[in-house]
C-alpha cells in the first residue's frame, strides 16, 4: 500500500516537474541564427533617429503648425490601411512561410525610398517653411513609405514571435541581441551626430548642417538595411500556422479575447500621453553641447550591459508581470527626481549642476536597462502564444494592427500637441543654439525630464491586471507544445499530399506528351 503510494506520489511530482519545466526542454536557434537575430537587433538602432526633429525644424525647415497637419493625415492614412495591409499578411501562407515574403522583398525597395528624406535640402534649398512644392514631397513622401513601412513592420513583429516556439530560447534570443548589439555599435551613429552638431555650431568645422545629415542618414539606411536582410534572409517560422486561413472576423475575436494584449495596448495608450521633446533637444538648445548627452553617460555605460545579467535571477525571484511593474515606477522615480532638482534656482540653466545630476540619474536608472528591453518584447511574444492557446490559431498581423492602431491614432494626436506646444512657449527655428528666452529653455528642459513621467503616469495601471503569470503561463505552455507536436504532423501530411498530386500531375503530363508525340 505504501509502496504503491510512494509509486503515485513519485509520479504526480514527475508530471509536475515535466509541466514546469516544459518550455525549457529544447533550443531551436543556433549560432548562425542568434548572430544574424543580433544583427537585426543592431540595424533597429542604427540610425539618427534621435535628431530628426532638428533636421525639420533647422535644416528642411517645416512650419510646426503645417508639420502638425501633414502629420495628422500621413497618420490618418496609415491607421487605414493598417487594417486592410493586416488582414492580407494573416491570409498568407507560402513555402517561405507567412511574414518573411514581406520583409525579405521590402527592404530594398524601403531603402531606395528612403533615401529620399535626407535629399530633401537639395530639392528645395533655402526655401520658405510655408513653401507649396516642398510640403506636397513631405506629404507624399510620408504617405508612400507609411503603406510600405506598415507590410514590413507588421510582417517582422509577427516574424519575431515565430521564430522559435519556446520562451526561454527566445528570452536568450532577445537578452543576447540586446546585449551584443550595443558592443557591435548601434548607438555610433547617434554618439557621432552630437558631435558633428557641436562642432558645427561652434565653426570648428566647416561643414553644413545639411551635408552631415545627407551623409549620416544614407550611411545608416545602407548598413542597418544590409544588417536586415541578413537576418531575413537566413531565419526561418518555426511556429506552425494553420492550414486553414482565419476569416476576418476570427481575426477580430483574436483581438478582443486577448485579455493579455489588452493590458499591454491599455498601458501603452495611457503612456502614450506623455508630452515630450527628447533630452537630445535639451542638452543642445539650453546646456548648448549634443556632446554632453554622451558625456553624462559614460559612468552609466558598463551598468546597461551588466545589467542583463540580473535578467535570469530576476525572473527566478520575480514574475514578468512584477518586473514589468516594478521597472516602470522605479524609472519614473529616477526621472522626476532629476526634474525637481533642475527646477530648483535655474539649476537646469547650469552645467556644473545639471552634469553630476544627469550622470547619477544615468548610472542608478541603468541598473533596469536590460530588464526593461528584454520583458517588454518576451511580454508582446507571450501575448501571441496566448492567442493560439485560446482561440487554435496565431494572428499575429490583425493583434499588431490593433495594438499599433491604438497607438498610431495617439501619435498622431500627440504629434500635432508636440508641433503646437513648440511654437507656443516660443522656440524660434534655426536660431543660435544656447539663444531661446529662458521661459522656453525652462520648458524644453521640462518636457525632456518631468512633464513626459507625470503626463504618461496612468501607464501603469493595467499592468496589474496582466493574467499571464505563475501557474497559468506553464500550463498555457505546456497545452502549446502538445498542439504543435499534432499541428506539425497536420502539415507534414498535407505536404505530402499535395506531393504525391504533384508527381502523379506530371506523370500524367509526361504520358500525355508521350501520346502526342505518338499520334504526330
Given at each position: 500500500?505504501?509502496?504503491?503510494?510512494?509509486?503515485?506520489?513519485?509520479?504526480?511530482?514527475?508530471?509536475?516537474?515535466?509541466?514546469?519545466?516544459?518550455?525549457?526542454?529544447?533550443?531551436?536557434?543556433g549560432t548562425k541564427e542568434t548572430f544574424a537575430y543580433i544583427l537585426n537587433d543592431f540595424s533597429n538602432s542604427f540610425n539618427i533617429g534621435k535628431y530628426g526633429n532638428r533636421f525639420i525644424w533647422d535644416v528642411v525647415k517645416i512650419d510646426f503648425k503645417i508639420a502638425a497637419y501633414v502629420n495628422i493625415f500621413t497618420g490618418i492614412w496609415d491607421t487605414v490601411n493598417d487594417i486592410f495591409i493586416g488582414a492580407i499578411v494573416d491570409k498568407t501562407r507560402t513555402r517561405w512561410g507567412k511574414f518573411k515574403p514581406y520583409v525579405l522583398f521590402m527592404k530594398?525597395?524601403?531603402?531606395?525610398?528612403?533615401?529620399?528624406?535626407?535629399?530633401?535640402?537639395?530639392?528645395?534649398?533655402?526655401?520658405?517653411?510655408?513653401?507649396?512644392?516642398?510640403?506636397?514631397?513631405?506629404?507624399?513622401?510620408?504617405?508612400?513609405?507609411?503603406?510600405?513601412?506598415?507590410?514590413?513592420?507588421?510582417?517582422?513583429?509577427?516574424?519575431?514571435?515565430?521564430?522559435?516556439?519556446?520562451?526561454?530560447?527566445?528570452?536568450?534570443?532577445?537578452?543576447?541581441?540586446?546585449?551584443?548589439?550595443?558592443?557591435?555599435?548601434?548607438?555610433?551613429?547617434?554618439?557621432?551626430?552630437?558631435?558633428?552638431?557641436?562642432?558645427?555650431?561652434?565653426?570648428?568645422?566647416?561643414?553644413?548642417?545639411?551635408?552631415?545629415?545627407?551623409?549620416?542618414?544614407?550611411?545608416?539606411?545602407?548598413?542597418?538595411?544590409?544588417?536586415?536582410?541578413?537576418?531575413?534572409?537566413?531565419?526561418?517560422?518555426?511556429?506552425?500556422?494553420?492550414?486553414?486561413?482565419?476569416?476576418?472576423?476570427?481575426?477580430?475575436?483574436?483581438?478582443?479575447?486577448?485579455?493579455?494584449?489588452?493590458?499591454?495596448?491599455?498601458?501603452?495608450?495611457?503612456?502614450?500621453?506623455?508630452?515630450?521633446?527628447?533630452?537630445?533637444?535639451?542638452?543642445?538648445?539650453?546646456?548648448?553641447?549634443?556632446?554632453?548627452?554622451?558625456?553624462?553617460?559614460?559612468?552609466?555605460?558598463?551598468?546597461?550591459?551588466?545589467?542583463?545579467?540580473?535578467?535570469?535571477?530576476?525572473?527566478?525571484?520575480?514574475?514578468?508581470?512584477?518586473?514589468?511593474?516594478?521597472?516602470?515606477?522605479?524609472?519614473?522615480?529616477?526621472?522626476?527626481?532629476?526634474?525637481?532638482?533642475?527646477?530648483?534656482?535655474?539649476?537646469?540653466?547650469?552645467?556644473?549642476?545639471?552634469?553630476?545630476?544627469?550622470?547619477?540619474?544615468?548610472?542608478?536608472?541603468?541598473?533596469?536597462?536590460?530588464?526593461?528591453?528584454?520583458?517588454?518584447?518576451?511580454?508582446?511574444?507571450?501575448?501571441?502564444?496566448?492567442?493560439?492557446?485560446?482561440?487554435?490559431?496565431?494572428?499575429?498581423?490583425?493583434?499588431?494592427?490593433?495594438?499599433?492602431?491604438?497607438?498610431?491614432?495617439?501619435?498622431?494626436?500627440?504629434?500635432?500637441?508636440?508641433?503646437?506646444?513648440?511654437?507656443?512657449?516660443?522656440?524660434?527655428?534655426?536660431?543660435?543654439?544656447?539663444?531661446?528666452?529662458?521661459?522656453?529653455?525652462?520648458?524644453?528642459?521640462?518636457?525632456?525630464?518631468?512633464?513626459?513621467?507625470?503626463?504618461?503616469?496612468?501607464?501603469?495601471?493595467?499592468?496589474?491586471?496582466?493574467?499571464?503569470?505563475?501557474?497559468?503561463?506553464?500550463?498555457?505552455?505546456?497545452?502549446?507544445?502538445?498542439?504543435?507536436?499534432?499541428?506539425?504532423?497536420?502539415?507534414?501530411?498535407?505536404?505530402?499530399?499535395?506531393?504525391?498530386?504533384?508527381?502523379?500531375?506530371?506523370?500524367?503530363?509526361?504520358?500525355?506528351?508521350?501520346?502526342?508525340?505518338?499520334?504526330?
Open positions: 500500500m505504501d509502496e504503491n503510494k510512494k509509486a503515485v506520489d513519485e509520479k504526480e511530482i514527475t508530471e509536475e516537474e515535466a509541466l514546469e519545466h516544459v518550455h525549457q526542454n529544447r533550443r531551436y536557434i530594398i525597395p524601403l531603402t531606395i525610398i528612403g533615401s529620399l528624406y535626407w535629399f530633401m535640402p537639395f530639392f528645395f534649398p533655402d526655401t520658405a517653411a510655408d513653401y507649396a512644392p516642398k510640403l506636397i514631397f513631405y506629404f507624399a513622401f510620408g504617405v508612400i513609405t507609411e503603406t510600405a513601412g506598415t507590410f514590413s513592420g507588421i510582417a517582422q513583429g509577427g516574424l519575431m514571435s515565430t521564430i522559435t516556439p519556446h520562451p526561454i530560447d527566445r528570452t536568450r534570443l532577445i537578452t543576447q541581441a540586446n546585449f551584443w548589439s550595443g558592443f557591435i555599435g548601434e548607438k555610433l551613429p547617434e554618439l557621432m551626430m552630437g558631435v558633428f552638431i557641436d562642432l558645427i555650431n561652434n565653426k570648428i568645422v566647416r561643414w553644413k548642417l545639411r551635408d552631415l545629415f545627407v551623409g549620416m542618414g544614407l550611411l545608416t539606411s545602407v548598413v542597418a538595411t544590409a544588417a536586415s536582410f541578413y537576418f531575413i534572409y537566413v531565419t526561418r517560422e518555426r511556429v506552425q500556422q494553420t492550414i486553414e486561413k482565419p476569416s476576418l472576423m476570427q481575426g477580430f475575436k483574436a483581438i478582443f479575447n486577448n485579455f493579455p494584449i489588452l493590458m499591454i495596448t491599455l498601458s501603452d495608450f495611457l503612456a502614450g500621453f506623455g508630452v515630450s521633446i527628447g533630452r537630445s533637444n535639451y542638452f543642445i538648445d539650453v546646456l548648448g553641447s549634443a556632446t554632453l548627452q554622451t558625456i553624462v553617460g559614460i559612468p552609466a555605460a558598463p551598468v546597461s550591459n551588466i545589467s542583463y545579467a540580473l535578467i535570469g535571477p530576476m525572473r527566478k525571484r520575480f514574475s514578468t508581470k512584477a518586473i514589468w511593474i516594478g521597472e516602470d515606477i522605479y524609472t519614473d522615480m529616477c526621472w522626476l527626481s532629476v526634474f525637481a532638482l533642475g527646477s530648483i534656482n535655474q539649476n537646469f540653466t547650469k552645467r556644473k549642476v545639471m552634469i553630476p545630476i544627469f550622470m547619477v540619474e544615468e548610472f542608478v536608472e541603468m541598473w533596469t536597462f536590460g530588464l526593461r528591453h528584454v520583458i517588454g518584447q518576451e511580454l508582446y511574444n507571450e501575448a501571441m502564444d496566448y492567442c493560439e492557446w485560446k482561440n487554435g490559431y496565431r494572428m499575429e498581423a490583425m493583434t499588431s494592427v490593433a495594438k499599433g492602431l491604438v497607438g498610431k491614432l495617439q501619435r498622431i494626436a500627440m504629434n500635432a500637441v508636440q508641433n503646437l506646444i513648440m511654437a507656443k512657449i516660443g522656440y524660434i527655428q534655426g536660431k543660435t543654439i544656447g539663444t531661446q528666452a529662458l521661459s522656453t529653455k525652462w520648458w524644453i528642459f521640462a518636457m525632456g525630464t518631468g512633464i513626459p513621467i507625470i503626463t504618461s503616469s496612468l501607464g501603469v495601471i493595467p499592468k496589474f491586471f496582466y493574467p499571464l503569470t505563475g501557474p497559468k503561463r506553464d500550463s498555457m505552455y505546456a497545452d502549446l507544445l502538445e498542439r504543435r507536436k499534432q499541428m506539425a504532423a497536420r502539415v507534414t501530411e498535407a505536404g505530402d499530399d499535395l506531393d504525391e498530386l504533384a508527381r502523379i500531375a506530371k506523370a500524367e503530363i509526361r504520358g500525355d506528351y508521350v501520346q502526342n508525340r505518338e499520334v504526330d
